[in-house]
Each structure stands twice: as C-alpha cells, then as structure tokens.
C-alpha cells in the first residue's frame, strides 16, 4: 500500500515537470519571434501578449502584466497614428 502513495506524488512531479519544460521551449521561440519584428509592429504587440499568457499560467503576474502594457502602447500607438479605421484594423 506504502508503494501506490509513493508513485502518486512521483507522477504529479513528472507531470509538472514537463509542463515547465513546455513553457521554457515555448518562451524561447517567443523571443524568437520577438527578435524577428521591429520596434513598434503589430506583430510584436501579439508576441508580448503571448508572452504575458505565459506568465501568467506560470503565476509569474507581474511579468504578465508588464508584457500586456507593452502590447497595449504598441496596439494603442497603431490604432492612434493610422489612417486606417478601427473596424478595418479588428
């Protein structure tokens, strides 16, 4: 019986382990993708929402919430100095 309470926690340590290991590969492609657009785009607006995504499914809020800021004075920058109208940008 001692066995079975063992392996249990074991588990939950593998399971959680992997899904650390999702998020480090997924946060190293965003910064990829980070890499690959310029200052200002729209593009990387949605890459730092991803971002703060991921932080915040790791319970790392701040982060999340600096990332989301980002996001919004980069869609807030677009949407204000653009000729084009706010339905055509959605």
Do not use: W
């Amino acid at each position: 019986m001692q066995h079975s309470f063992n392996v249990v926690p074991l588990e939950r340590y593998h399971r959680v382990l992997k899904f650390l290991e999702n998020y480090a590969v997924a946060l190293e492609l965003l910064k990829k993708a980070e890499a690959y657009t310029e200052e200002g785009d729209r593009y990387r607006a949605v890459t730092y929402n991803n971002f703060a995504c991921i932080f915040r499914r790791t319970k790392k809020l701040r982060s999340a919430l600096a990332f989301l800021e980002k996001a919004l004075e980069i869609e807030y920058n677009y949407l204000h100095f653009s000729q084009q109208t706010v339905n055509d940008c959605l």
